[in-house]
Every structure is written in C-alpha cells, then in structure tokens.
C-alpha cells in the first residue's frame, strides 16, 4: 500500500506492507515511524506507532476528522515541500477537536487556510452579478460570496460571515449555517 504522510515541512509517500501482523493505518492518525530504504521504487515505511488523542474513540468525531483529513489529499497532491502552517493546523484542530465542536473547527480551519494562501474575496460584491451584496450574502464553493437571489441558497447572516472571514470564529453562526458552511468545506478547495 503507498501511503502519503504530511510534516512540518513535507508531504511525503511512501510502501507500506499491509498484512495480518501490521497495524493498520488509518487516515488523519498522528503516527510515529521509521523509513527504511527497501530498494523498491519508495522507501519502506514500518515500526508505526499511533499517538491517540482523547476523542480517537467517538465514532461521530472520528468519522467527522476523516472527512476532514480527506480534503487535503487532493490539495497536496502534487506538492512535496510545503510550510509548517498546515500541519500545525491540523495539529491544533485535532488538540481541540474534544472540547469544540467539529464542524465548527473544519469551518474555521477551511477559512483560516483561504486566508494563508490570500484566496479570500471581499464579501460585498456577488462574483456572479458583480454587483453589491447588501444583506442577502450565500456563500459558494470555496466560500465565494453571492447574492441568494442570484445563487438561489439559502442566506447566511452577513454580520456573522464577517466575522468568520475577518477573526476566523464562527461563534456567531448559527449551527444551521455551520452545516452548509461544513458541506461547502468538504468539497475541498477550488484550484
């Protein structure tokens, strides 16, 4: 099996034998490990040790981190070397995934990400009718700004969204507009 780990620094892939006598890797787990050069096309990667974190066994949570997890693969994808921002992130939301709630963490962390790679757009003007957004803001795919008449979704508040898009907190959300916002996080991050 090849398996992709991100770094601090890196993305890196790497074989992995998967047999009955191997653990098994799970996506978005904190590993330890050691590479050994096999002489195959990737170095070998073995004797992997799982840190856990205190919600590893809460069904909901766990599925919610691998949705998560999931979105970077295909935005790291052709990348090796990358900043520490991103595992950092990933590190503190996975410290306090226990204590908030999930979405709202994938939500504030999708943003926080938009913000780092300077792909967050003003939220007054609709990237579909140009024109100005007053009061009736939608958002779309990668947290693009509309107008909900133009997009035909339902609003969000736009003092709340405001708020997201400058502090990155979503405490003013309601937990209706946290899940659209989640399933517009999930579709990962327009190229």
Known sequence: MIVTILSPKKVVKYYRFFGARHSILQLGYLIDFEVEDSGNFLPRVRSITHIGFPWIYDREKLMLWHRFISIFEPHFRDISDIDNFYFDLILNAANRWNRQSSKRLIVESYINILKYEGRILPINSCILCKQ?????????DGFLPVHSSCSHLEPISYKALLKLFEDSSSIDLDDNSIDRLYLIALKGFLI
């Open 132 to 140: 100005t957004i007053d009061s009736d803001l939608s958002l779309y």
